[in-house]
């Protein structure tokens, strides 16, 4: 029989005390930080450590996250995070932001939302290595100034197309004295391995500088000479002399392009040398691939190389002074 109105009924009586009452809810998880300050969760009970949130952890807001996600293919981003809403050869997806539309299947990658709030400085660590979570990843960090990104041993950079303050004498002396500590990407680190490897054994190291027009060469090929002039040096400053003939080189081979206003049209390969002091004691420079072409006939809105009008410029003041 139910129990009476008022009456001390199983209910009333099975109702725990405030005192007895435990609203804590126990797990077994626990979120722990990297040093770069990324999310991890390790299980206290059975030692597993995994990058993806338990679902003991997760909030209402992750929950309604769930379902499969992809990469779709988009034409101002590349590619955007949408959800599947259904499956076939076309599928129908919805992207954060509420956008829905249709997309072939096999243009699209898979997706764990959950990889889109891990942001690292290695792109080794990412949870799946493709062009999507590659960019975004690059994205993200580009939107809080972090430039530079590594890819194992390789450096990826990005042009902020303004000054940041990474560089400078100060700078170089932290890449220089950093020991056992993990400095953050930067192109130090990789003058700095070179370096290294001339000085602790007998053999040649190579630095290789790659990217598109605009892509911030020149300046990458500035700061590693400038890194190795400030810690190697040389008893004659050889070191200042290989920096200031840079910009010479560039009035010859750098010119205004659609994409850029000071764009390398040339490449170029540069030996430094080290006496056994471990001195820079010389330099060679080989030019290639010059775009001699522009010299007399240049693109609509392109010019000719800097020097011609320097030289222009020069000839104007020497002929009304």
């Known amino acids: ?23 804590e809810k126990t797990t077994e998880w626990q979120e722990l930080k990297t040093p770069e300050g990324l999310s991890y969760y390790y299980n206290s009970r059975t030692g597993i450590t995994q ?5 003991e952890l997760k909030t209402a807001e992750d ?32 992207t954060e932001e509420g956008q829905t539309f249709n997309v072939p299947q096999k243009k699209c990658f898979p997706l764990q939302w959950a990889s889109l ?22 994205k993200k960090r580009f939107e809080q100034d972090k430039i530079y990104t590594n890819l194992g041993t390789i450096l990826i950079s990005l042009n902020p197309f303004f000054r940041l303050p990474l560089y400078g004498p100060e700078v170089i002396k ?14 130090f680190n990789i003058a700095d391995n070179a370096l290294k490897g001339i000085l602790d054994s007998p053999e040649n190291q190579s630095i290789v500088v790659s990217g598109e027009s605009g892509s911030g060469k020149t300046e990458a090929t500035k700061q590693c000479l400038a890194y190795l002039a400030a810690n190697a040096g040389s008893s004659l400053g050889v070191e200042q002399k290989i920096l200031l003939s840079n910009p ?27 006496n056994r002091d471990k001195e820079i004691h010389g330099s060679k420079t080989t030019n290639f691939l010059l775009e001699k072409v522009r ?17 222009c410029k020069l000839a104007t003041f020497c002929m009304t002074s």
């Not at 010479?248 to 659609?258: P, S």
């Open 1 to 23: 029989m139910p129990p009476k109105k008022g009456g001390g009924g199983g209910a009333a009586a099975a109702k725990k005390k405030w005192w007895e009452q435990d609203d």
């Open 51 to 55: 990058w993806e949130c338990p679902d």
């Open 63 to 94: 929950f309604a996250k769930g379902g499969q996600w992809v990469w779709a293919p988009d034409e101002a981003q590349a590619y955007v995070a949408a959800k599947i809403l259904t499956s076939g050869a076309t599928m129908s997806v919805q």
């Open 117 to 138: 709030q891990r942001v690292v400085a290695d792109l080794t660590l990412l949870d799946d290595i493709n062009a999507p979570l590659i960019l975004h990843n690059l």
């Open 174 to 187: 932290d890449y220089q004295e950093k020991g056992l500590r993990d400095m953050p990407p930067h192109v």
């Open 248 to 274: 010479i080189l560039e009035a010859f081979g750098n010119a205004k392009t659609i994409r850029n206003n000071n764009s390398s049209r040339f490449g170029k390969y540069i030996e430094i040398n080290f």
């Open 295 to 311: 010299v007399i006939q240049q693109t609509v809105t392109e010019r000719n190389y800097h020097v011609f009008y320097q030289v």
